[in-house]
């Protein structure tokens, strides 16, 4: 990949020699997979982290990679069926140079169907299934069943008009990935990583750290998470606000003994994930309004007295571990990747929201494409601008 010269020109303004050819603010699964991607692109590439790497919401527990509906068939969706399917070969990569687990499975997914009218529908998407999620050499599924093919695992007394498996959705393990993805950043001798150390201030070709050192860049991609809209916002005239939000979410890991291929459980919201290690996730809430952004309480009970309902083999299941992060939630829902409008070289890579781990890897593709002649680009409704124009739009 070749660089773009503007990526190689010093900083005009601030007489601070660049640091490297890219800053990463944020070490979040965006961010772990834009500084991967650089390094491998062979940049010189600064990771900044102002606690710990993954210590945002990718340092959670539930880690499904859960595909789009297969109707209505879109760009945003074949963005994402291509994402979620080279995945899998990221991660035996990352798995290979690393030696380090990331607990991906390919589990599929189970849906219960509990009223009559889903069942025609979930026909439908059957068919749409066939041609929306096929390649030339590879075919997943969205079959209906008559009852729960795993009555311990899903109770069928929940799926009266049947039950969707889908063989596509997947799921990994959200430590398990960023820790390779750690791993083999620090290993790389064109990468640094600083941890414990944070921006306080954004400007166009340089930051500046909470500990007042300055750095400089040649290009910086702001991949901290929900932070990202408000450092966004930092550099030239004021931005139409809000850019996007924090939405907090709980979940829950539980400790049963099952085989870990079973497939991912989802009804109304609650997802239920076996992983590797007996462990089966539970999430999740999805709360705008709140208190205490990492605390757990009433909202994650609740959660898992329903996964209990739902999967009989976790009713004396012990919970081992209650967690709460904030997810980024940009204005539009959507990923928001782009060049800011001001500073060119400060390229948008964030807003994730709920599905960033299967997406982050090609997320961080488009983002570098933009600094270098990488061909990728993103789905219209995913672009920084497109985020603007609703910000502004709703002011
Ligand atoms: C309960 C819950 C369940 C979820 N389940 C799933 C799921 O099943 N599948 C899925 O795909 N997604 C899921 N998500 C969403 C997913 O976790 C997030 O979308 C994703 O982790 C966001 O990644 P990120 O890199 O954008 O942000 P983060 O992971 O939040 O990373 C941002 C990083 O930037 C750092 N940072 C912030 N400000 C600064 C600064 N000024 N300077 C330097 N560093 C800074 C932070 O410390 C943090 O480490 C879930 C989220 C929650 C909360």
Not at 74 to 97: H, N, P, T, W
Not at 257 to 266: G, R, T, W
Request: include cysteine; aromatic fraction near 6%; hydrophobic fraction near 45%.
């Amino acid at each position: 990949m070749a660089i773009a010269d503007s990526a190689l020109s010093s900083s005009g303004q601030s007489n601070i020699p660049p640091s490297a050819d890219l800053l990463v603010i944020g070490s979040g699964i965006m961010g772990l997979w834009a500084a991967i991607k650089a390094a491998r692109a062979g940049l010189s590439v600064t990771l900044l982290e102002e606690a710990r790497v993954a210590s945002g919401a990718s340092g959670g527990l539930l880690g499904a990679l859960m595909p789009h509906m297969p109707d209505r068939w879109s760009d945003k969706k074949q963005f994402q069926f291509d994402a979620l399917l080279s995945l899998e070969d990221e991660v035996r990569l990352l798995e290979d140079e690393t030696g380090l687990s990331c607990g991906y499975r390919r589990s599929g997914r189970l849906i219960p169907l509990p009223k009559p009218h889903l069942r025609p529908i979930a026909e439908r998407h059957s068919k749409d299934a066939q041609t929306a999620w096929a390649t030339s050499d590879r075919a997943f599924a969205w079959n209906v069943l008559e009852t729960s093919p795993q009555p311990d695992w899903l109770t069928p007394d929940i799926g009266a008009s049947g039950v969707v498996h889908d063989t596509f959705a997947a799921r990994v393990s959200p430590r398990g990935l960023t820790g390779a993805l750690r791993a083999f950043l620090i290993r790389q001798p064109n990468a640094r990583l600083i941890e414990g150390e944070g921006v306080a201030a954004l400007r166009t070709d340089h930051v500046r750290l909470t500990n007042g050192e300055r750095i400089a860049f040649g290009h910086a991609i702001v991949a901290a998470g929900h932070r990202s809209f408000d450092l966004l916002g930092q550099i030239g005239p004021p931005l139409p606000k809000p850019l996007g939000s924090a939405v907090k979410g709980q979940a829950a890991l539980l400790k049963a003994d099952l085989d870990p291929s079973l497939p991912v459980i989802f009804l109304n919201g609650l997802y239920i994930v076996a992983h590797e290690g007996g462990h089966v996730a539970i999430g999740s809430t999805s709360e705008d309004v709140f208190e205490d952004p990492f605390a757990t309480d009433h909202r994650l009970d609740d959660l898992i007295v329903r996964a209990r309902e739902l999967s009989p083999v976790l009713a004396d299941a012990t919970v081992v571990e209650r967690w709460a992060g904030l997810r980024p939630k940009a204005i539009d829902r959507d990923p928001m990747v782009g060049p800011h409008p001001d500073a060119p070289r400060v390229i948008a890579l964030t807003g994730g929201f709920k599905v960033s781990f299967g997406l982050a890897h090609s997320l961080a593709e488009c983002a570098l494409g933009l600094m270098t002649d990488g061909p990728r680009t993103v789905p219209d409704s995913f672009r920084l601008d497109h985020h603007l124009q609703v910000a502004l739009r709703q002011q």
